[in-house]
C-alpha cells in the first residue's frame, strides 16, 4: 500500500516561528507597534503579505503600497539571516524517524508549505532529500485554509488527494486537509487543533505502529 504523506513546514518540521517573530519585530518596533510573542501566535500558516497587513492592524497605520513593500522586503532579509544560520539540530524532536520509517516503506513525501523560503530550509537542515515533491508559497496562488497547496502536492506525487495525510500546525491547515478530504494529523495543542482528525503535541508521540495504520487504511 503506498499513500501520500504532507508535511507543514514551520511549526511541523522546524520551529521558525521565532524568527519570524524576531523579523517582524523589527519593522513592528520601528513602526512604534507593541507586538508581542501572543500576537504573533495569529500568524502562524498566515502569508507573509496578510501577516503585514494583520501586524499593521494592531497598531491602526495605515500605509503606501510602496512603504508595506518595502518593509516586506526588510522583513524577509532578515528572516534569511536567520534561516542561513539553521542547522539539522533544529529539526523538531521525532520527524527524522517519522521520515525515514515513510521512506523506507516506500511511501510518498511531500511537502505544503505557505513560505517563500521552504526550500532552502529544508537544504539547511539537510532533510532535502525526503521529499518527493515541494508545493510552497511561490506556487500557489490560494492561501490555506484553501485546499490548493495540499492538492498540488498529491498531484506532484501523482496520488489521489482523497486518503493523503496531511501533518499542521495551523488551524487553517488542517481546515484546508479536511476540505480536500485528506487525513488531518494536528500537531501542538489538541484544543487550538480540535478540528483535526488525529491530534499529537509533537513527533515523538507518533509510533510506527501508527504510521502502519495509516498506510494499510
Ligand atoms: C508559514 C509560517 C508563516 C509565514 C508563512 C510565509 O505559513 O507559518 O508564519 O508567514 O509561512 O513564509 P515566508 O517564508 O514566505 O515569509
Ligand atoms: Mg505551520
Same mark, same amino acid.
Given at each position: 500500500n503506498?499513500?501520500?504523506?504532507?508535511f507543514?513546514?514551520? #511549526?511541523?518540521?522546524?520551529? $521558525?516561528?521565532?524568527?519570524?517573530?524576531?523579523?517582524?519585530?523589527? %519593522?513592528?518596533?520601528?513602526?512604534?507597534?507593541?507586538?508581542?510573542?501572543?500576537?504573533?501566535?495569529?500568524?502562524?500558516?498566515?502569508?507573509?503579505?496578510?501577516s503585514?497587513?494583520?501586524?499593521?492592524?494592531?497598531?491602526?497605520?495605515?500605509?503606501?503600497q510602496?512603504?508595506?513593500?518595502?518593509?516586506?522586503?526588510?522583513?524577509? &532579509?532578515?528572516?534569511?539571516?536567520?534561516?542561513?544560520?539553521?542547522?539539522?539540530? &533544529?529539526?523538531?524532536?521525532?520527524?527524522?524517524? /517519522?521520515?525515514?520509517?515513510?521512506?523506507?516503506?516506500?511511501?510518498?513525501?511531500?511537502? #505544503?508549505?505557505?513560505?517563500?523560503?521552504?526550500?532552502?530550509?529544508?537544504?539547511? /537542515?539537510?532533510?532535502?532529500?525526503?521529499?518527493?515533491?515541494?508545493?510552497?508559497?511561490?506556487?500557489?496562488?490560494?492561501?490555506?485554509?484553501?485546499?490548493?497547496?495540499?492538492?498540488?502536492a498529491?498531484?506532484?506525487?501523482?496520488?489521489?488527494?482523497?486518503?493523503? %495525510? /496531511?501533518?499542521?500546525?495551523?488551524?487553517?491547515? %488542517?481546515?484546508?486537509?479536511?476540505?480536500?478530504?485528506?487525513?488531518? %494529523?494536528?500537531?501542538?495543542?489538541?484544543?487550538?487543533?480540535? &478540528?483535526?482528525?488525529?491530534?499529537?503535541?509533537?513527533? $515523538?508521540?507518533?509510533? $510506527?505502529?501508527?504510521?502502519? $495504520?495509516?498506510?494499510?487504511?
Open positions: 503506498q499513500k501520500a504523506f504532507i507543514d513546514l514551520d #511549526g511541523v518540521i522546524v520551529d $521558525t516561528a521565532k524568527y519570524h517573530f524576531l523579523a517582524w519585530q523589527r %519593522i513592528a518596533n520601528r513602526l512604534g507597534i507593541d507586538f508581542t510573542h501572543e500576537h504573533n501566535e495569529q500568524l502562524k500558516g498566515v502569508s507573509r503579505v496578510r503585514l497587513d494583520i501586524i499593521l492592524g494592531l497598531g491602526n497605520v495605515e500605509a503606501s510602496e512603504d508595506k513593500d518595502k518593509w516586506l522586503a526588510e522583513k524577509n &532579509e532578515a528572516y534569511l539571516q536567520y534561516i542561513d544560520r539553521m542547522e539539522a539540530d &533544529e529539526i523538531l524532536e521525532g520527524v527524522v524517524p /517519522v521520515l525515514q520509517y515513510l521512506k523506507d516503506n516506500n511511501q510518498k513525501v511531500a511537502l #505544503g508549505s505557505a513560505s517563500k523560503n521552504a526550500r532552502p530550509i529544508l537544504e539547511k /537542515v539537510g532533510i532535502l532529500h525526503y521529499f518527493d515533491a515541494i508545493v510552497d508559497g511561490n506556487d500557489v496562488t490560494n492561501a490555506k485554509p484553501d485546499p490548493e497547496v495540499f492538492i498540488r498529491a498531484q506532484l506525487l501523482g496520488m489521489p488527494s482523497e486518503g493523503a %495525510i /496531511v501533518f499542521e500546525d495551523s488551524v487553517a491547515g %488542517i481546515q484546508a486537509a479536511n476540505l480536500a478530504k485528506m487525513v488531518s %494529523i494536528g500537531i501542538g495543542d489538541k484544543s487550538v487543533l480540535h &478540528e483535526a482528525q488525529y491530534n499529537f503535541n509533537d513527533f $515523538t508521540e507518533i509510533d $510506527t505502529k501508527f504510521l502502519a $495504520t495509516l498506510v494499510t487504511t
